[in-house]
Every structure is written in C-alpha cells, then in structure tokens.
C-alpha cells in the first residue's frame, strides 16, 4: 500500500492514466482485504458457537445426541444471554441516570438472538448435526482453532429437522419393538 502512495505521487497529472491504473490497483488491494476480513471474521463467530456447544457436551459422552437433548441444547445455545440481560434490566432499574447505559449491548444481544431463532425456527442455522455419529466425533476431535472451522461439514439445524429426526427415531424403535416380540 505505501507503494502504491509513492508511486501515486510521483504521476504529474490527477487524470492521467498511470494515476487511474494505480487508483484502480490501490482499490482491487483493497477490496481483497476486505474479503479476507469478512472471511475471519464469520470463522471466528463460527468457531465461538461449536466451541460453546462443545463445552456443554459432557466429556466422556461418545455417542451422538439424540433428537430430543440436540433440541435441548440448542434451546440452551437460544437462551444463553439471560442472564446478562436480566443484569443490564436491574442496572437500568436501579436510578434513572443509568437506564440508557448498557442499551448498546441489550440491543446487539436482542438482534443476534431473534435472526438465531428465526434461523432456527425458519431454513436453519449453520451447524453440525450432532445426531449423526461421524459430525459428532468431528466435533469431539476439533482442535478449537477458527482456522480448522472450513474444514468441519456443516449443516443448516432447524426445528422442522429435529422433528422428523424425532419422529423417524420413534418409528424404528416401535419397529424394533414389534420384532422382539
């Protein structure tokens, strides 16, 4: 980039073309970091969400969940800011200089949990499927780096899904229990 600075002052006219070749230069670098950026950046936050539903899978657990505790964390995973909104609700409430203080933050957490919920309520939300048992040992093995994130086969989770994952569940245990008998 500061070559490009050096380079740009030594052009004789703002309109000349070697002033335009490196303008359009200086904004194609640009962009690409940009990019890179936007790419880090949605690892990261990728990576804080498995890390946060792999700190809740108990340790030795070396099956994958069923259905029902899948839907139960990611319950959990929707609720996981209650306690820090009910801190900054008792701060507001405590004197009237303080009801603004912490609305950035009340307002950020609100955003992210309601599209989180409509993800999940709606398509889904981009997630391992921790009902299937080589996702599950996936997400066991990960190294907790955002790096290793591109890497993982992620799955888009929704509600509807768990509920015919559910369903399908129930149906091959009533067949299993029609056999055995």
């Known amino acids: 980039m500061a070559n490009l600075r050096k380079e740009l002052e030594k052009c ?3 309109n000349s073309r070697k002033t335009k070749a ?7 670098q640009n962009n690409k970091h940009k990019t890179r950026l936007g ?3 949605k690892s990261n936050i990728m990576g804080e969400k498995l890390s946060w539903f792999l700190g809740h899978i108990d340790e030795e657990r070396t099956t994958p969940l069923s ?3 899948f839907e139960e964390l990611i319950e959990l995973y ?3 800011f209650d306690e820090e909104l009910q801190q900054i609700a008792l701060k507001q409430s405590i004197g009237k200089n303080r009801a603004n203080q912490h609305a950035a933050r009340q307002d950020v957490i609100r955003i992210t949990l309601e599209r989180e919920r409509n993800e999940y309520q709606s398509g889904g939300m981009e997630l391992l499927n921790l009902c299937d048992p080589a996702k599950f040992k996936m997400l066991i093995d990960w190294d907790g780096s955002a790096l290793s994130v591109q890497h993982l086969k992620l799955d888009l989770v929704s509600h509807n899904m768990l509920q015919r994952l559910k369903q399908s569940a129930a149906a091959s245990t009533s067949a299993e229990q029609m056999e055995t008998v």
């Open 22 to 28: 490196l303008g359009k230069k200086a904004r194609r």
């Open 12 to 14: 004789k006219h703002p």
């Open 39 to 41: 790419h880090a950046i």
């Open 78 to 80: 929707l609720h996981r």
């Open 67 to 69: 259905p029902q505790e």
